[in-house]
C-alpha cells in the first residue's frame, strides 16, 4: 500500500509543481564528481521540463566527455538529414589502452577453436544502452541524459568500470527525436492539465516515430538499410556486446514491461539458456523498481522472434537483448486510467531499469561472458551435426540484387565468398561473379540460419511482427543449400567489407552505332532509363524479342536508346552511356542497324516511353510506413524526383504536370467525391494510377476502377468458446508477415524484367484480390500452393489460392495497376521492386484491350 501510494504521490507532485530537481530521478548513496556538468548546467533546464532537441542531447554529451576522464565520445554514422549519430564509450580509464585488447578477446569468444584460452574470469562485461529507436518514444533519449551524468559522475562505482565496458547510443534516430520533440515543445504550456484531447498528443502526420523516410529503424537491425542502422551494427559486431538495452514506449494506459517476453513466442534458434538470463535479469529490475513504488509487468506482451529487432538481434549471437516499454506520457502530462501521468516520472522509470542493468551486468558478469562462450561452442556443435555445410545464391540476369544481398550479409561479420567459376547444383546454374557462398562453419552460424531458413511450423501462432524473412526469397534470387562434396568443387573467393563495391555495367560495342540497347532485367535499368531520359534521349521498350547480326537475343522489355528525330546528333553519346552504365551496373548494347531479326527497330511493337513525372499522396490517412518506402525507392535508389502530394491540396492541385500518381495503403475518404472524380478524368487521359491494399478498395467504392475482393472476415463458430482464448484465437487469424508464391505472365509489361514463371512475395494482410474477368488482365496471381515461409491462418490460406496479386483496371485511356501485397516492404524485398517500376515506366503501354 505504501509503494503505491508513493506511484500517486509522484504522479500528483510532479503535476503540481511542474518542475522536479535532480534528486527525483537519483537513487542511492552517490556522490558525483563536481567536474562533471549536470543536464542542467548545459541545457539550462531540468531533464523533464521540456523534451530534449537532438542538437541538445549532442552538446551535452560532448560537455560530458570532455570533462570526464571515463568517456569517450564517437559519432559513427550520420542520418539523412545529416545529424550525427554518437556513441560514448564509458569504463575505468585505465580501460581505454586495453581496448584493443579487450576486443581481441571478445572476438575469440565467437572462435570455438580460440575461446578456450580467454580469461573468462577478468574479462569486462560489455553492456550496450541504445535510447529512443523510436522518435515519440522520448523517455528513453531524456534518460540518456541521467544515465550518462550517473555512469560518468559517481564515484561510487569507479571501481566496478574496471570490469565493465558501457557503450550509450543516446539517441538512435535524431531525425524522428527531433522532429517529436519540435511538435510537443511547441504546444506546451506552462500551465498543464493532461487533458488527452490537447493538440500536443495529436501529431502531424507523419509523426516522430519514424526516420526522415518513415521508416521503423526498430525493424531494420538485420536488413541495415538506412546508415543509422548500418553505422550502428558496425559498433555492435566490432564490440559484440553481452546485453543490449533497447528502451521504448508504449501506450499512454499501461504500467512499465520488461523482458522476458511470452516464453511460446521465442524463436526456436534462440537458446532457452537465453530466457533463463533474461528472467535473471529481470529480478534487478524488479527490485529497483519496487524501490521507487512503481508498476510493472513481464511475461505476458512481446515476443522475441524476429531478428530484425533491437532486442532481439542480440539473442542469435551470444548476447541479451532486452525490452523496456514506459507508458508514455506523449507530452509533457496526459491523464491516464492510473492517474496523472507526467514526463518526469517516465523518465524516471527508464533511468531507474539503466541503473538496474547496470547491477546486473556487474553481478553477472562472469555468467555473460560464459554463456557468450557456450552459445559458440555449442553453434560449432550444431554445425557438425548439420547436413548442409553451406549455401550458394545469386542470379543469371541480375548481379545487382546478388549484391545488395552480399552487402547486407558482410554487415554482420559473416564470412563470405564470391563464386569464381560457373556451376551446376541439382540442375540449377550459378554463374561466376553473379553468386556468392556462405559457408555455415563460421562463428555467426545460427545467425545464418536465421537469415536463409525456410519455416512453416511454430509453436505460437501469434507474432508481434513478422513472422517470415527468408532473405533469398525478399530479394527472390536463386539459392540452395550445399553438402561439403559440392562446396569443395566450387572455386570461390573471400569477400571483404573493405574491398566490397557494387558492380560495374559496360557498353559492348563500338562508338557510332545506330541505336543502343540494355535489358531490363538489371535491378537499376529503371535508374539507367531514368538518367538517359534526363539528358533527352528517346527511350522505347520492345514488347517482342528481337536479334541482331552479332548473334546477341534481346528479349521482351528491352529498352532502345537512341536521339529521337530531328534531334542534333550528340558525340558525346557513347561517352554518356558508358558512364551511366558504370554507375548503374547496366550493360549496353551497341547495335548498327535497324536491320534486325525478329522486329526491326522500327517496329509498331517497340513503344516510346514518356518520361515519368510521379506524384506520391501522404499525409490525411495515407500510411506513413509505405508511403516512406516508396519515397526512399525511388530518392534513394533510382534518383528520380517524386513529388509529395498532401491529400489535402488534391482538389486544388494541377494534375496535369504528372503522368503517374501512387497511393499507398491507407484511408482515402477525405478526397470525397470530388477528389474521385477528379482522380478519373486524370486517369482517363492516358495517365498511370498505381494504388495499394485499401487505396484498391475505394477506386472500387468510388466508381474510379473496377476491383473486387473475397470476404476478408472468417465465419464464426457456432459452438461456445473460451473468453480467455478470445485474444489468441482472434490474433491467429491475422496475417502479420508471411511469404508467398505466386505466378507470373512474363510477358506482361507489369512483369518485364523477369524471366521465371514464378516468383516470391511479402504479405501482411488478410486482402484476397478476385481475379478479372479479363484473363490479361492478371499479371501477377497466386499458386495453388501459396505458402513458402512463415504462418498463416488455415482458412486464410484456402482464400488466398489462385486470387490476384497485381491486377490492371482501365480508365478511359489510361490504366491503374493495383497491388494487393507490399511490393517494396522495408526496404529490404529487393525482388519485387521492379513490379512497382514497371508499373511507373510501362503502365502507359499496356493495351486497354487487356485492362477491360
Not at 451 to 457: A, G, K, L, N
Request: proline fraction near 5%; include cysteine.
Amino acid at each position: 500500500m505504501r509503494k503505491i501510494f508513493s506511484l500517486l504521490f509522484c504522479l500528483v507532485f510532479v503535476q503540481a509543481n511542474a518542475q522536479v530537481d535532480l534528486d527525483y530521478y537519483l537513487q542511492g548513496n552517490f556522490t558525483y564528481k563536481e567536474e562533471v556538468p549536470t543536464p542542467k548546467d548545459v541545457l539550462g533546464f531540468q531533464v523533464g521540463d521540456w523534451h530534449v532537441s537532438h542538437d541538445q542531447v549532442v552538446m551535452y554529451m560532448k560537455a560530458v566527455a570532455d570533462a570526464s576522464e571515463r568517456v569517450q565520445l564517437e559519432e559513427y554514422a550520420r542520418s539523412y538529414e545529416q545529424r550525427p549519430l554518437l556513441v560514448l564509450t564509458i569504463t575505468h580509464p585505465d580501460n581505454f589502452s586495453r581496448i584493443p585488447d579487450i576486443k581481441a578477446d571478445r572476438k575469440r569468444l565467437r572462435d570455438s577453436r580460440q575461446s578456450g584460452n580467454v580469461d573468462i574470469d577478468n574479462m569486462p562485461i560489455v553492456m550496450w544502452m541504445g535510447y529512443s529507436v523510436h522518435g515519440n518514444e522520448p523517455s528513453g533519449v531524456n534518460a540518456s541524459l541521467l544515465a550518462l551524468y550517473h555512469f560518468a559522475a559517481a564515484q561510487e562505482i569507479e571501481e566496478d568500470l574496471k570490469d565493465m565496458i558501457i557503450l550509450l547510443d543516446p539517441a538512435i534516430n535524431p531525425d524522428g527525436i527531433n522532429r517529436f520533440a519540435s511538435w510537443v515543445n511547441s504546444h506546451k504550456s506552462y500551465n498543464m492539465n493532461g487533458d488527452p484531447n490537447s493538440r500536443e498528443f495529436d501529431e502531424a502526420w507523419p509523426r516522430g516515430r519514424t526516420n526522415h523516410y518513415w521508416f521503423d529503424l526498430n525493424r531494420d537491425w538485420m536488413p541495415v538499410q538506412h546508415p543509422e542502422s548500418r553505422g550502428r551494427i558496425e559498433k555492435i559486431q566490432d564490440w559484440k556486446p553481452n546485453i543490449v538495452l533497447d528502451f521504448h514506449e508504449m501506450g499512454t494506459n499501461s504500467t512499465y514491461f520488461f523482458q522476458p517476453g511470452i516464453p511460446s513466442r521465442n524463436h526456436p534458434l534462440t537458446p532457452k539458456r537465453n530466457f533463463e538470463l533474461t528472467e535473471k535479469i529481470a529480478q534487478y529490475h524488479a527490485k529497483h523498481l519496487d524501490k521507487i513504488g512503481s508498476l510493472y509487468y513481464t511475461q505476458e506482451s512481446f515476443d522475441d522472434f524476429y531478428y530484425g529487432k533491437g532486442s532481439t538481434y542480440p539473442d542469435v549471437q551470444g548476447a541479451v537483448g532486452i525490452l523496456f516499454e514506459q507508458a508514455s506520457s506523449r507530452g509533457h502530462l496526459q491523464e491516464s486510467v492510473f492517474g496523472p501521468l507526467s514526463f518526469p516520472f517516465t523518465i524516471r522509470n527508464q533511468f531507474t531499469t539503466s541503473l538496474s542493468s547496470f547491477e546486473a551486468a556487474k553481478e553477472m558478469r562472469q555468467e555473460m561472458n560464459t554463456y557468450m562462450r557456450d552459445f559458440y561452442k555449442d553453434a560449432a556443435s550444431e554445425f557438425g551435426n548439420d547436413p548442409n555445410k553451406a549455401i550458394i545464391f545469386g542470379d543469371l540476369d541480375d548481379k545487382s540484387r546478388s549484391h545488395h544481398l552480399a552487402d547486407m550479409i558482410l554487415h554482420h561479420e559473416i564470412d563470405l565468398y564470391k563464386l569464381k567459376q560457373d556451376i551446376t547444383v541439382n540442375g540449377k546454374e550459378f554463374q561466376a561473379e553473379k553468386a556468392f557462398v556462405v559457408p555455415l562453419n563460421q562463428p555467426q552460424y545460427k545467425l545464418i540460419k536465421g537469415m536463409f531458413e525456410e519455416r512453416t511450423e511454430f509453436e505460437d501462432s501469434l507474432f508481434y511482427d513478422v513472422s517470415a524473412w527468408t532473405l533469398p526469397m525478399a530479394f527472390n534470387l536463386d539459392y540452395m543449400k550445399l553438402n561439403s562434396r559440392i562446396m569443395n568443387l566450387a572455386e570461390v573467393e573471400e569477400v571483404t567489407k573493405a574491398d566490397f563495391e557494387m558492380p560495374k555495367g559496360e557498353v559492348i560495342g563500338d562508338s557510332g552505332a545506330y541505336a543502343y540497347a540494355f535489358e531490363w532485367s538489371e535491378y537499376y535499368a529503371p535508374k539507367a532509363a531514368y538518367k538517359l531520359m534526363e539528358k533527352g534521349y528517346m527511350l522505347r521498350v520492345s514488347h517482342t524479342e528481337f536479334n541482331v547480326e552479332e548473334g546477341k537475343s534481346f528479349r521482351r522489355g528491352t529498352i532502345l536508346v537512341s536521339q529521337g528525330h530531328g534531334a542534333e546528333a550528340d558525340p558525346n553519346m557513347h561517352q554518356t552511356i558508358q558512364k551511366i552504365a558504370e554507375e548503374t551496373g547496366v550493360d549496353f548494347y551497341a547495335i548498327g542497324s535497324g536491320y534486325t531479326q525478329g522486329a526491326n527497330l522500327g517496329s509498331p511493337s517497340i513503344d516510346v516511353l514518356e518520361k515519368p513525372s510521379i506524384a506520391l499522396l501522404v499525409d490525411g490517412g495515407v500510411y506513413s510506413n509505405e508511403a516512406g518506402e516508396i519515397w526512399h525507392l525511388l530518392d534513394q535508389r533510382f534518383e528520380m524526383p517524386i513529388t509529395l502530394l498532401p491529400m489535402k491540396n488534391f482538389n486544388r492541385t494541377d494534375l496535369n504536370r504528372y503522368n503517374v500518381i501512387v497511393m499507398a495503403n491507407g484511408n482515402y475518404s477525405s478526397l470525397g467525391k470530388n477528389g474521385a472524380e477528379k482522380l478519373k478524368d486524370w486517369a482517363s487521359a492516358g495517365n498511370t494510377v498505381i494504388a495499394r491494399g485499401n487505396a484498391l478498395t475505394w477506386l472500387n467504392q468510388q466508381d474510379v476502377a473496377k476491383f473486387s475482393f473475397k470476404d476478408e472476415k472468417e465465419e464464426k463458430p457456432a459452438e461456445q468458446l473460451s473468453y480467455a482464448d478470445m485474444r489468441n484465437t482472434t490474433g491467429a487469424q491475422v496475417t502479420g508477415g508471411a511469404i508467398f508464391n505466386v505466378k507470373l505472365d512474363t510477358t506482361h509489361p507489369v512483369n518485364y524484367g523477369y524471366y521465371k514463371p514464378e516468383m516470391y512475395t511479402f504479405r501482411s494482410s488478410n486482402q484476397f484480390m478476385e481475379l478479372s474477368d479479363n484473363p490479361y488482365a492478371n499479371p501477377v496471381v497466386y499458386t495453388d500452393e501459396p505458402l513458402a515461409s512463415g504462418y498463416v491462418f488455415p482458412a486464410n490460406l484456402e482464400k488466398m489460392k489462385n486470387t490476384g496479386g497485381v491486377r490492371v483496371a482501365s480508365v478511359g485511356r489510361g490504366r491503374v495497376v493495383g497491388f494487393v501485397d507490399n511490393p517494396n516492404f522495408r526496404a529490404f524485398w529487393f525482388g519485387t521492386n521492379k513490379l512497382f517500376m514497371n508499373s511507373i515506366f510501362f503502365g502507359q503501354t499496356i493495351s486497354p484491350q487487356s485492362a477491360r
